[in-house]
Each structure stands twice: as structure tokens, then as C-alpha cells.
């Protein structure tokens, strides 16, 4: 008789086949990797770092109970996502703000210095319309003295910038006031708008040297992709809460 080899596949062995062990996948973990995704929102505004913080919180308690319970829970890769993509939008989101800062202070700095030189040519009434909201001022071509002269609640608002300090004092100087920017003191935001406090001393032959602060208006438009600026105050008096 021909001898029947004997076969030692597992599926001849004798009982039933193994089952693999079944994990839950961890709600936590679940989280941890929804959040690390959304951790790129904080690109768009430095208050929505919060969100990576937060996503890289949820990982870890994710990671530390996967660790306890890895005979029930699974999802160890999701929980290690936000560790990988959150600090990178976090750095990314600081950094490119940081830019725009140093961007916006520039740029404060320059309009606030050509507007000081300006009022040091004594072009009194293109000074005040820097001061004017951007909607309301008068059209480019118009001829200023005249167009004051026709509008008495701008000539008024004119007579008030005209006494106030330190124009009075620069615009008697005028053109011998000289100028010397010092510091950035305050950025506040608010919407599509930012305020800049710039402190500024100058120097006139009557009155020596003195300090005045300038707050500065920069306006973001998403109709027309640009930014209006604006002087928003020019003091004496520092101002309060600096």
C-alpha cells in the first residue's frame, strides 16, 4: 500500500483556529487627531494657538491610556499626530505674526514720520486730513484752503487741530522743528484694524525739546485689498495706560 504523507499545514492541526484578540479603537485618540489636523488654524490668529495646545493636551492623556489598557485600546498613531503637526503650525502661526508685527511697525513709523514732516512744511490742512477718516476726507483734486473754507464743521474741527499740542509748537517752528522717534509703546487690534502708540521727541528754537505721543490707524479693506491710514491722536499727554 502506498504510505498517506502526513500533513502539517495549520489548517489539518487539531482544534479550532486562533481568533486575534479585538481592540477598541480609543476615543481619545480619535481627538488627539482630529485636533492636531485643526492645529493649522492657528497660522490664521496667534489666540487660536490654543488648538495645538490643546491637541497635543488630548494626545498625551490619549498615548498615557493606550499605554494602560493596550490589551483593550489601539489608535497609538493617531495619538501621536498632534506631536508632529502641532508645533509646526504653532511656530509657523508666532513666526508669521511676528513678521506682520515688524511689518506694521514700519510702516506706522514711516507714515508717522512723513506726517510729523508734513506739519513741518506747514501744510496745515493736508495734515488734519490725515487725521480724518479715509471715507470722509476731501476729493485729492480739490483745492484744500478753499474746500475748508466752504465746510464750516471742518474748518472748526481745523481751528481745534490747528491749537492743539504739539501742532501749535511745531507748526510756529515750521520748517526748523526737528524730530527723533524713540519707541514702539502699544499694538492693539481690532477686527481689520490696528493702532500703533509711537513716541516721538521734538525739538523747536522756542521751546527746546519735548516729548508727544502718536497713535497711528492702519485699516485693512477686503473690498479693496488695501489699507487706509490714519492719525488717530497726536498729544503732549501721554497717553493713558502707557
Known sequence: MTEIETLSQPALAEGPMPITEYRALSV????????GLLSGVAIAAPLLAVVPLVAMVVGGIALRRIALHSDRL????????????????LG???????SRRERLFTHSREFADEWLSILNRNQL???????????????????????YRQDEVANDNLKLFRESSPIREILAAAPQAKFQFEEYLRHEQE????????????????????????????????????????????????????
Open 191 to 242: 477686527g481689520f484694524s490696528d493702532n500703533v502708540t509711537l513716541q516721538y521727541s521734538y525739538e523747536t528754537p522756542a521751546s527746546g525739546k519735548s516729548k508727544c505721543w502718536i497713535i497711528v490707524k492702519r485699516t485693512y479693506s477686503n473690498y479693496t485689498g488695501r489699507a487706509d491710514w490714519q492719525i488717530v491722536e497726536a498729544t503732549s499727554t501721554k497717553p493713558h495706560g502707557i
Open 92 to 98: 509657523w502661526g508666532f513666526a508669521r505674526e511676528f
Open 28 to 35: 481619545w485618540a480619535i481627538a488627539a487627531l482630529v485636533l
Open 125 to 147: 490742512h493736508f495734515a488734519h486730513q490725515l487725521k480724518v477718516q479715509a471715507k470722509n476726507r476731501m476729493d485729492a483734486s480739490t483745492d484744500l484752503e478753499v474746500g
Open 74 to 89: 489601539s489608535g497609538r498613531w493617531m495619538a501621536v499626530v498632534p506631536f508632529l503637526v502641532a508645533p509646526l503650525f
